[in-house]
């Protein structure tokens, strides 16, 4: 067993920071950017200074992008705090604000003055107020000789007084986030903004153009965003929703480009990817395109087509469910593609190869044998265990936890315990209590029964045929001897016994919670099932989670070994949700043999698409009508309104709604998505296939204006021309 533990000097850490294949290709730490590649994209075109992009001292860009929620990217637009994200992003915002007489998701909406303004319980943005390099403070104790229970101790003691001391005597928040598997460290402090209005989204016919038939492909058509406002109290401090907030004023909003764009420019994206995994092994990539994402696919599909089906017959269901099932075809797709992807690319082979260049390096230097000798070996052996439960991790959340019921059921479980044990106070007991109150009003608001009963049939029945008995339910024995098997008629016998589907025997159960009411729960089908899946795969995820950490130890050998072997190559840190900067240029692609795709998209793509007649190209009447009088404003060019484009900034989750700038640091488009054929992007990044997909600016003010005639909002914007 491999007890090497190695500290970085200072000097490497910041060599390590980046990783650097070609100019496009990387996720790059903003405080970093004056050490490590300032220079490269000024000499890519960028005509600023690493101060204007990251500082403590001045106002900077930085301090105009937002985290959204708790998954996408935002940007201030106006110094009244005016931000714009993706449609997406605000999806189920607009959603939990659309009834069948509301409809802002099929008709938009736009707030023509403040006072109509949505606000959003819960909806919280995020500004970066500054990020340090805390590598030796958190290291701080650990020797080469330290074991890694011990390193685990020392490294969460040295951060708990790392984030206190960080925000002492503020009302900002404090992260500390490990990289390179935990080679290195960094604090993030952060202040956080919880009264955030809804202002305005297109309808869906053009905020989701194309829906699912479009989705991760180029070329695209999609004006996916919205517009939204935060709000603070009369010191501009973070403040709970009031009617006395007052708009936020910014320490930096974004100018706004109406100059155009060519092939070629200097773009520059700045944001918050969710998650790569550069670094991984053959076996862990192994495991992943062969066992964990084509099932997953195979469970996703089976959901996707009943919800379409269900969604179909209703204005109400469609209405209900148009962001969750968004949410299950998004990661379907990508993943579909992806896979393709690494395929394309021989990503696997790859993986080989640089393994067997490794390990050459390594067994030509007795001191590399001794420090990184079996290090592979290691990981394999813990990618087959992993291997052996995978597919009981992974069917916990793409089969249990989709099975909607089963949230009240989780939560229900939560109140149960706490009711039951004697250390709980009745006022912390009375406050879980009112927090479910809370879950289920809206979760019931939200939920078709028919759906969740097909989807949980289905899904038992798949779960039942891929997974051994050793990870079914006792439950499941009912299924074989009283249903012969049939998990039609166990769902049809389940739902009908149930209570967890039924809104108001679950609020006369809350109002009237006691032992009687323990009583019937645990007696509940429902919730009997979920606490049978929910403790036999506690201990599958319990092995799975040990397994990562051991795996982690082990990248952290092997990463080192990596950085050391190319002592020379700077490596960029996998994104974990952290702001980063990614740069490249706006450049077409060639997804296969003789075809090229070019670099932007038209407003005549759209009407082009209309007449398909697919149901996911339907264009409002009013912008037919602007097309046809080419009534684009002062924001279309030569006789054409632009729509869309792409570039070759190395994007991920996350970057949804991440601002697009050019060489001068204004808006130029609003990021939403990647191409199919880069969807492999997470893993390994083809210069030649990836591009992000962005939102041209322009098409966003001519909807604004001359479209939903909210002029006013765009008097807020500073245009640049």
């Given at each position: 067993?491999?007890?090497?533990?190695?500290?970085?000097?200072?000097?490497?850490?910041?060599?390590?920071?980046?990783?650097?294949?070609?100019?496009?290709?990387?996720?790059?730490?903003?405080?970093?950017?004056?050490?490590l590649?300032?220079?490269?994209?000024?000499?890519?075109?960028?005509?600023?200074s690493?101060?204007?992009?990251?500082?403590?001292?001045?106002?900077?860009?930085?301090?105009a992008?937002?985290?959204?929620?708790?998954?996408?990217?935002?940007?201030?637009?106006?110094d009244?705090?005016?931000?714009?994200?993706?449609?997406h992003?605000?999806?189920?915002?607009i959603?939990?604000?659309?009834?069948?007489?509301?409809?802002?998701?099929?008709?938009?909406?736009?707030?023509?003055?403040?006072?109509?303004?949505?606000?959003?319980?819960?909806?919280?943005?995020?500004?970066?107020?500054?990020?340090?390099?805390?590598?030796?403070?958190?290291?701080?104790?650990?020797?080469?000789?330290?074991?890694?229970?011990?390193?685990?101790?020392?490294?969460?003691?040295?951060?708990?007084?790392?984030?206190?001391?960080?925000?002492?005597?503020?009302?900002?928040?404090?992260?500390?986030?490990?990289?390179?598997?935990?080679?290195?460290?960094?604090?993030?402090?952060?202040?956080?903004?919880?009264?955030?209005?809804?202002?305005?989204?297109?309808?869906?016919?053009?905020?989701?153009?194309?829906?699912?038939?479009?989705?991760?492909?180029?070329?695209?058509?999609?004006?996916?965003?919205?517009?939204?406002?935060?709000?603070?109290?009369?010191?501009?401090?973070?403040?709970?929703?009031?009617?006395?907030?007052?708009?936020?004023?910014?320490?930096?909003?974004?100018?706004?480009?109406?100059?155009?764009?060519?092939?070629?420019?200097?773009?520059?994206?700045?944001?918050?990817?969710?998650?790569?995994?550069?670094?991984?092994?053959?076996?862990?990539?192994?495991?992943?395109?062969?066992?964990?994402?084509?099932?997953?696919?195979?469970?996703?599909?089976?959901?996707?087509?009943?919800?379409?089906?269900?969604?179909?017959?209703?204005?109400?269901?469609?209405i209900?469910?148009?962001?969750?099932?968004?949410?299950?075809?998004?990661?379907?797709?990508?993943?579909?593609?992806?896979?393709?992807?690494?395929?394309?690319?021989?990503?696997?082979?790859?993986?080989?190869?640089?393994?067997k260049?490794?390990?050459?390096?390594v067994?030509?230097?007795?001191?590399?044998?001794?420090?990184?000798?079996?290090?592979?070996?290691?990981?394999?052996l813990?990618?087959?265990e992993?291997?052996?439960?995978?597919?009981?991790?992974?069917?916990?959340?793409?089969?249990?936890?989709?099975?909607?019921?089963?949230?009240?059921?989780?939560?229900?479980?939560?109140?149960?315990?706490?009711?039951?044990?004697?250390?709980?106070?009745?006022?912390?007991?009375?406050?879980?209590?009112?927090?479910?109150?809370?879950?289920?009003?809206?979760?019931?608001?939200?939920?078709?029964?028919?759906?969740?009963?097909?989807?949980?049939?289905?899904?038992?029945?798949?779960?039942?045929?891929?997974?051994?008995?050793?990870?079914?339910?006792?439950?499941?024995q009912?299924?074989?001897?009283?249903?012969?098997?049939?998990?039609?008629?166990?769902?049809?016998w389940?739902?009908?016994?149930t209570?967890l589907?039924?809104?108001?025997?679950?609020?006369?159960?809350?109002?009237?919670?006691?032992?009687?009411s323990?009583?019937?729960?645990?007696?509940?089908?429902?919730?009997?099932?979920?606490?049978?899946?929910?403790?036999?795969?506690?201990?599958?995820r319990?092995?799975?989670?040990?397994?990562?950490?051991?795996?982690d130890?082990?990248?952290?050998?092997?990463?080192?070994?990596?950085?050391?072997?190319?002592?020379?190559?700077?490596?960029?840190?996998?994104?974990?949700?952290?702001?980063?900067?990614?740069?490249?240029?706006?450049?077409?692609?060639?997804?296969?043999?003789?075809?090229?795709?070019?670099?932007?998209?038209?407003?005549?793509?759209?009407?082009?698409?209309?007449?398909?007649?697919?149901?996911?190209?339907?264009?409002?009447?009013?912008?037919?009508?602007l097309?046809?009088?080419?009534?684009?404003?002062?924001?279309?060019?030569?006789?054409?309104?632009?729509?869309?484009?792409?570039?070759?900034?190395?994007?991920?989750?996350?970057?949804?709604?991440?601002?697009?700038?050019?060489?001068?640091g204004?808006?130029?488009?609003?990021?939403?998505?990647?191409?199919?054929?880069?969807?492999?992007?997470?893993?390994?990044?083809?210069?030649?296939?990836?591009?992000?997909?962005?939102?041209?600016?322009?098409?966003?003010?001519?909807?604004?204006?001359?479209l939903?005639?909210?002029?006013?909002?765009?008097?807020?914007?500073?245009l640049?021309?």
């Amino acid at each position: 067993m491999i007890t090497f533990r190695g500290l970085f000097t200072l000097g490497l850490i910041y060599i390590l920071t980046l990783h650097l294949s070609s100019a496009k290709e990387g996720m790059w730490l903003p405080l970093l950017l004056e050490r490590l590649n300032i220079e490269d994209m000024q000499e890519n075109g960028l005509r600023l200074s690493a101060e204007d992009i990251y500082s403590v001292n001045q106002a900077c860009l930085i301090d105009a992008v937002v985290l959204f929620g708790g998954g996408c990217t935002g940007e201030l637009i106006s110094d009244k705090g005016l931000l714009i994200t993706n449609h997406h992003c605000g999806l189920s915002r607009i959603q939990l604000h659309s009834t069948v007489e509301k409809d802002y998701l099929t008709d938009g909406f736009w707030a023509m003055n403040r006072s109509q303004e949505l606000p959003n319980p819960g909806l919280e943005v995020t500004f970066l107020r500054r990020m340090e390099d805390i590598t030796q403070k958190v290291l701080q104790g650990v020797t080469i000789e330290t074991d890694e229970p011990e390193r685990y101790r020392i490294v969460t003691e040295n951060m708990d007084k790392i984030r206190a001391d960080a925000i002492d005597g503020t009302n900002y928040e404090a992260e500390i986030k490990p990289f390179y598997y935990g080679n290195q460290y960094f604090l993030f402090v952060y202040e956080v903004y919880k009264d955030v209005r809804l202002v305005g989204a297109p309808p869906s016919s053009i905020g989701k153009f194309g829906w699912d038939t479009d989705n991760w492909i180029w070329p695209r058509h999609t004006g996916d965003f919205s517009l939204f406002r935060i709000y603070s109290d009369e010191n501009n401090n973070p403040a709970d929703y009031s009617p006395d907030n007052i708009p936020y004023k910014p320490r930096k909003y974004l100018p706004i480009s109406l100059k155009g764009i060519q092939e070629n420019d200097f773009t520059m994206v700045i944001g918050y990817p969710g998650s790569t995994y550069q670094f991984l092994t053959s076996c862990d990539l192994r495991n992943i395109v062969h066992t964990s994402v084509p099932s997953k696919i195979k469970v996703r599909t089976i959901r996707m087509n009943i919800m379409q089906e269900e969604m179909m017959k209703s204005n109400e269901v469609m209405i209900k469910y148009a962001s969750k099932y968004s949410r299950v075809t998004n990661s379907w797709k990508k993943w579909i593609g992806m896979l393709n992807g690494l395929e394309k690319v021989g990503a696997l082979n790859k993986k080989y190869a640089f393994e067997k260049t490794f390990n050459e390096w390594v067994n030509s230097d007795e001191e590399r044998k001794r420090k990184y000798g079996n290090i592979l070996d290691e990981i394999e052996l813990v990618c087959d265990e992993i291997d052996s439960i995978i597919l009981a991790n992974d069917y916990y959340s793409e089969i249990v936890m989709a099975i909607e019921f089963f949230d009240v059921a989780s939560e229900l479980r939560e109140l149960v315990e706490e009711y039951e044990d004697e250390t709980v106070s009745p006022d912390d007991f009375q406050k879980s209590l009112n927090s479910f109150r809370n879950f289920t009003g809206g979760f019931y608001n939200n939920y078709h029964e028919p759906i969740d009963r097909r989807v949980f049939a289905r899904l038992m029945e798949v779960y039942a045929q891929d997974l051994s008995v050793d990870f079914q339910p006792e439950i499941f024995q009912k299924v074989n001897t009283k249903f012969n098997r049939d998990f039609g008629l166990f769902s049809d016998w389940l739902l009908q016994k149930t209570i967890l589907t039924d809104e108001q025997e679950m609020k006369q159960l809350v109002e009237e919670f006691d032992k009687k009411s323990v009583k019937r729960i645990k007696k509940d089908p429902g919730y009997v099932l979920f606490s049978q899946f929910d403790d036999l795969l506690q201990e599958v995820r319990f092995a799975y989670a040990q397994l990562e950490y051991l795996l982690d130890f082990y990248y952290r050998i092997y990463i080192n070994g990596i950085m050391e072997m190319y002592p020379d190559r700077v490596f960029y840190p996998d994104a974990n949700l952290t702001m980063r900067v990614t740069y490249g240029r706006i450049e077409d692609y060639s997804p296969r043999d003789a075809v090229i795709y070019d670099f932007y998209t038209t407003l005549g793509g759209v009407m082009e698409k209309e007449r398909e007649g697919v149901y996911d190209y339907i264009v409002p009447d009013r912008l037919k009508e602007l097309y046809q009088l080419k009534d684009y404003g002062s924001y279309g060019t030569g006789g054409e309104m632009p729509v869309c484009f792409i570039a070759s900034n190395h994007t991920s989750g996350g970057n949804s709604g991440s601002p697009v700038l050019n060489a001068d640091g204004q808006l130029i488009g609003i990021n939403f998505d990647r191409n199919w054929e880069g969807t492999m992007s997470d893993y390994m990044y083809d210069p030649d296939q990836c591009r992000n997909i962005i939102l041209d600016v322009r098409y966003v003010l001519f909807i604004i204006d001359k479209l939903a005639g909210a002029g006013y909002l765009i008097d807020e914007m500073t245009l640049v021309y």
